[in-house]
């Protein structure tokens, strides 16, 4: 805050400086970044990552990465306080884990959300805008930064269930493994096995596990690791995968092995229909699945599997997309009705669910596999546990959207090329920050209607 007020002191010096402030949403600082620094007025420099600081709508007393919540003002629950340790070992409910909680809104989210609508001057759109921060998605611990937000939630959701007698369920990604998304570049982590990764995944496990633990009355539901076991079943002949496979075992191992311990109920990341639903990985797919639940003790608290997380599949399409053809899982059921048979045969009984985040609107790609801020995309089915198969736990929003897939910058670090592909939105900022333009378009073609 300081900082801020001194470098507009400066840019009242230097008239220079005013000029090449950065425009809203646009990008203010990051490794390699030679551009303005500081941000037009209304807005602030908020650092994402390492790679990418962006100007957020907001005033310096208030940036977007420091969210409100609705704690009560006498009640701060100091994050070194003495943990208050389970009572005993959690039980398992044996039915739907969303069943008889209300899903808690992340305020990060809601946040950015109510920010983008405010720089919506169309009113319908933007009330439309508005109401999507009412939609639970799921909180990224994309690094071991983002834990005391987690931290905080829990906190807020603990006292929220409290005051309003409403049990409360928080959802999360674990996403921060060693060598992170190694068949493609947009999604680097923090970790490197070279490193001592695993060593420091575990750490960021336990700083996870240690915060849940302190507050056993919220329900915690994690997806496990988007990409990773995906990659091992196809993409061994790259590399960086290869290379991999060990710790990534290793990693998701001790991570199910301890979030099981603390009752959070886990679903390990299965790609979807156009990866790991061609009939020829099916059943490797559930191999590996398989021996990961087997290895990580069989407990009831790896419900199962993840699909279409960040993509942009229909769960039952109306008719195939052209570009499924050959695939007759040509959907995310076709593909779940397929792979639940191999699982359980693999020994495996797992529940699924279902990202629609971003599966409003259908046959928009060149090719399957492209998945960077698909152009044309809508907001999906809401999240509800109204899903039509015994199979499906929940239709949920895992990622959210708004928050961009990768750059289309070839000259960041963290290029992906099919960032720039003719169906993806361009220009598009780094992994993780806000796409105002790509959210709008959200939320104009969202289906059903917001
Ligand atoms: C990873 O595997 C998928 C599915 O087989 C394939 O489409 C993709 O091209 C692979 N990625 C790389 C970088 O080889
Ligand atoms: C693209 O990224 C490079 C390296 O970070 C940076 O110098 C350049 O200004 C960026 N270009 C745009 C248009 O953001």
Redesign the pocket.
């Known amino acids: 805050m300081r900082s801020s007020v001194f470098l507009a002191a400066l840019s009242a010096l230097l008239p220079a400086y005013v000029a090449g402030q950065a425009q809203q949403w646009g ?1 203010c600082g ?6 303005a620094t500081t941000c037009v007025s209304g807005s602030v420099c908020t650092k994402q990552n390492d790679y990418y600081s962006q100007c957020l709508p907001g005033t310096a007393t208030s940036a977007p990465s420091n969210p409100p919540t609705s704690l009560p003002s006498s009640s701060p629950t100091s994050p070194t306080s003495a943990p208050s340790s389970p009572s005993s070992t959690p039980t398992p409910s044996a039915n739907n884990p969303w069943t008889g909680y209300q899903i808690y809104l992340s305020p990060y989210y809601a946040n950015e959300v109510a920010a983008a609508a405010k720089a919506i001057s169309d009113s319908t759109l933007a009330a439309k805008a508005a109401s999507v921060a009412q939609i639970p998605t799921f909180t990224w611990l994309d690094s071991v930064s983002k834990i005391p937000d987690l931290q905080q939630y829990l906190s807020d959701a603990s006292a929220l269930g409290k005051s309003s007698g409403q049990k409360q369920l928080l959802q999360i990604v674990v996403y921060d493994l060693p060598d992170r998304d190694c068949a493609a570049k947009a999604s680097n982590g923090e970790f490197s096995i070279a490193n001592n990764g695993q060593a420091n995944y575990e750490n960021y496990i336990d700083q996870i596990v240690a915060a849940i633990k302190q507050f056993p009355d919220v329900r915690v539901v994690a997806v496990i690791e988007p990409d990773s076991l995906a990659n091992l079943v196809t993409n061994l002949s790259v590399q960086k995968c290869a290379n991999a496979q060990t710790t990534y075992l290793a990693c998701v191992n001790y991570a199910l092995k301890q979030l099981s311990a603390v009752g959070v109920y886990s679903y390990m990341d299965a790609g979807h229909a156009g990866w790991l639903g061609w009939p020829a990985n099916l059943t490797p797919a559930a191999q590996l699945f398989a021996k990961v639940y087997s290895d990580a003790g069989k407990s009831p608290f790896i419900k199962g599997l993840a699909t279409n997380v960040a993509n942009y599949n229909a769960l039952s399409a109306a008719t195939p997309d052209p570009i499924t053809q050959g695939d007759p899982n040509y959907d995310e059921i076709h593909y779940i009705n397929s792979l639940s048979p191999a699982l359980t045969s693999a020994g495996f009984p797992a529940t699924f669910i279902v990202d629609q985040g971003r599966s409003g609107q259908q046959n928009l790609r060149q090719q399957w596999g492209d998945w960077c801020n698909i152009k044309g995309a809508g907001f999906g089915t809401r999240p509800t546990t109204n899903t039509g198969s015994s199979l499906i736990d929940s239709i949920v929003w895992v990622k959210p959207g708004g928050e961009c897939d990768g750059t289309s ?1 070839s ?2 670090p963290r290029f992906d090329s099919t960032c720039a592909l003719s169906d993806a939105a361009q ?1 598009a900022p780094e992994a993780g920050t806000w796409f105002q333009s790509y959210f709008e378009t959200l939320v104009s073609k969202a289906n059903p209607p917001l």
């Open positions: 990008q990051g490794i390699g970044w030679t551009g910058n000259s960041s220009p």
